[in-house]
């Protein structure tokens, strides 16, 4: 998963930063991208916000060329 830092860099009324440890502990607990956009920009989010999930699936059979 992949977060810009408009998601990290979110600041709520004090002045405390989103900052990386709830951002993984929102991987842990809330795979949904649109979750983590959400919260974070609930939490006073100024800057834009960027959430990209990856994910890599097994090929049974190779491709014909």
């Not at 989103?18 to 502990?25: I, K, S, T, Y």
């Not at 607990?29 to 990856?54: H, K, L, M, N, Y």
């Amino acid at each position: 998963m992949l977060v810009s830092d408009g998601v990290v860099e979110a600041t709520d009324e004090q002045g405390n930063l989103f900052g990386f440890d709830r951002v993984l502990e929102l991987v842990r607990t809330q795979p949904s991208v649109r979750q983590i956009a959400e919260v974070a920009q609930a939490f006073g989010q100024d800057d834009d916000i960027s959430v990209i999930s990856v994910a890599r699936v097994p090929v049974v059979e190779p491709a014909l060329a």
